[in-house]
């Protein structure tokens, strides 16, 4: 079992920069990939991205440039900085954690909304 906490979430105007953050408790030392998700109204969860045990990050396409994943081993947390935010990156952003095995955890979400 894997425990995630989120933080982070907030209304910020366009243009402006939000940090997300992950805690995860529990079973931490079986974890591989840490990754960002989001859902907009009316529309499916998709992925925003992802980074493995090694680093290796994967990102949206929408989301290049202006989000960076990263994550801190020692704090067990994983970080989402989103610089350059649009309207159209509000969403419910849920934390995800991938275990050896293949078993997966989600956080409880917390809302971003950019709007003027």
């Known amino acids: 079992q894997v425990q995630l906490v989120e933080s982070g979430g907030g209304l910020v105007q366009p243009g402006g920069s939000l940090r997300l953050s992950c805690a995860a408790s529990?079973?931490?030392?079986?974890?591989?990939?840490l990754g960002w998700y989001r859902q907009a109204p009316g529309k499916q969860r998709e992925l925003v991205a992802t980074?493995?045990?090694?680093?290796?990050?994967n990102y949206a396409e929408s989301v290049k440039g202006r989000f960076t994943i990263s994550r801190d081993n020692d704090k067990n947390t994983v970080y989402l900085q989103m610089n350059m935010l649009k309207p159209e990156d509000t969403a419910v952003y849920s934390c995800?954690?991938?275990?050896?095995?293949?078993?997966?955890?989600w956080g409880q979400g917390t809302q971003v909304t950019v709007s003027s």
């Open positions: 995800n954690v991938v275990l050896l095995g293949g078993s997966s955890y």
């Open positions: 529990g079973n931490i030392l079986r974890i591989t990939v």
């Open positions: 980074i493995s045990s090694v680093g290796r990050t």
